[in-house]
């Protein structure tokens, strides 16, 4: 009889000895996986970041770019204005001191020239 109950005892703490086990197990595995799903989220976080940071500055350094090459081409057509007007005022100013007949030649010469460039 006594033998019965002590095979019975340990058999019920065996039991919760196996259940607490499993209750175990079970709580590391599901800390491992939230402790993965979080560093995955965290990785994911950083990598869009980093590409919405690499896009913002590519598209700030193109912009920046594009305003340069304007304003450089702008005043570049301005200065080139300028200068074929100053140009044809000084030939017409000369010609009309010299004579009429070089006036023609002379302000074709400067068309012509502005033209090719």
Do not use: Q, S, W, Y
């Amino acid at each position: 009889m006594v033998e019965e109950v002590v095979v019975e005892v340990v058999v019920e703490v065996l039991v919760v000895v196996l259940a607490v086990l499993v209750v175990v197990v079970v709580a590391v595995v599901v800390v491992v996986v939230v402790v993965v799903v979080v560093v995955v989220v965290v990785v994911v976080v950083v990598v869009v970041a980093v590409v919405v940071v690499v896009v913002v500055v590519v598209v700030v350094v193109v912009v920046v770019v594009v305003v340069v090459v304007v304003v450089v081409v702008v005043v570049v057509v301005v200065v080139v204005v300028v200068v074929v007007v100053v140009v044809v005022v000084v030939v017409v100013v000369v010609v009309v001191v010299v004579g009429e007949g070089v006036v023609v030649v002379v302000v074709v010469e400067v068309i012509v020239f502005v033209e090719v460039e």
